[in-house]
């Protein structure tokens, strides 16, 4: 037995979460629904404009790692943070979900610092995400141990850590151990205007070395520029052994091996959708490596998400492995 079920690679930084209206979004110049990268001094801008803030680590990948160690998954996250207040803040949160976080801080004297999404979070319960990347941009081949990749039954990649000088080398490091050892890769492609900077990046990796790729509905027609959706997932099910595709109010659509499964979403108040994809992926991952079927996976999947959504942050507020077992998953 592998020592890991999944090893998450991707941004490490601390979510900053605030609820405001759309006049807010329009007078900070924000753009609703989607992730904005900006600098620091942009950064500093907004959280002096914002309300009452909730600070909790994140990064897409961490949320979803961080909820696979809540179901007692065997699990480490590799991300880049400083050592600073909010990298310390980082490492412990993400360590004491029960993840294994090893990756080497950049030092003190480092220009940049620790990264961090200033989310605002809208009436209708949809973020808008501004991230200062920082050091977590320069993750680089150095960071990645390959024995701890050999020793991964999967393996998976976060997106938006494509926008990184050395990030595309570090993910070709990971997925050469992984795979040369028997594993499995998976990637999510987190943002439609991430996939437009990096599209022939992912369309090569997900051709050659993806076994599972995590999307919602904008992110699948953005990989594949079309408007027909169901074109879009036919092509990437001829190109991955697994796809699985959110669709929001309509759940999930999973496609393997020449069929498809079609799992309605769990009904629930929208609070703030931060996080809803990364839990759907941790839950989806955990229950492929605990040998469920692929569509008791996208159920998980779904109540995974519907349990985020119902609140403020992009960790779980109940027990995800308790909420499986009362809808009979377990």
């Keep these: 037995m592998k020592k890991f079920q999944i090893v998450g690679i991707g941004n490490a930084m601390v979510d900053i979460l605030s609820r405001a209206d759309d006049a807010f979004l329009e007078q900070a110049g924000i753009g609703k629904g989607i992730m904005q990268l900006i600098d620091m001094p942009r950064a500093i801008d907004l959280y002096s404009r914002i309300g009452p803030a909730k600070e909790i680590s994140g990064g897409s990948a961490a949320n979803t790692i961080a909820g696979i160690a809540g179901l007692g998954g065997r699990t480490a996250y590799v991300g880049k943070v400083k050592d600073d207040q909010l990298g310390m803040i980082f490492a412990h949160d993400l360590r004491a979900q029960g993840a294994v976080y090893e990756t080497v801080f950049a030092p003190k004297t480092a220009e940049q610092e620790t ?30 141990d390959p024995a701890m990749m050999a020793d991964a039954e999967w393996i998976y990649l976060e997106g938006y850590r494509f926008d990184g000088p050395e990030s595309h080398a570090a993910f070709a490091k990971a997925i050469a151990a992984c795979k040369g050892a028997g594993g499995r890769v998976s990637i999510t492609l987190s943002d439609p205007f991430c996939v437009e900077r990096h599209r022939d990046a992912f369309r090569r990796m997900i051709r050659e070395d993806v076994d599972l790729l995590f999307c919602n509905r904008s992110e699948m027609l953005s990989m594949y520029q079309t408007t027909d959706f169901e074109a879009a997932l036919a ?82 507020e109940q027990d995800l492995k308790a909420l499986f077992r009362s809808h009979g998953l377990i």
């Design 115 to 144: 990264g961090r999404c200033i989310v605002i979070v809208t009436p209708d319960g949809e973020r808008s995400m501004n991230t200062y990347l920082g050091v977590t941009e320069f993750l680089e081949p150095s960071d990645i």
């Design 235 to 316: 092509e990437a099910a001829a190109e991955v052994d697994i796809v699985a595709c959110t669709d929001s109010e309509k759940g999930a659509h999973i496609l393997a091996g020449g069929k498809r499964w079609d799992v309605p979403a769990v009904p629930t108040e929208i609070v703030d959708a931060t996080g809803a994809g990364d839990l759907f992926a941790g839950a989806f991952l955990w229950g492929l490596t605990e040998g469920h079927d692929l569509e008791i996976c996208g159920r998980m999947g779904n109540l995974a998400a519907s349990e985020i959504i119902s609140h403020i942050g992009a960790r779980p």
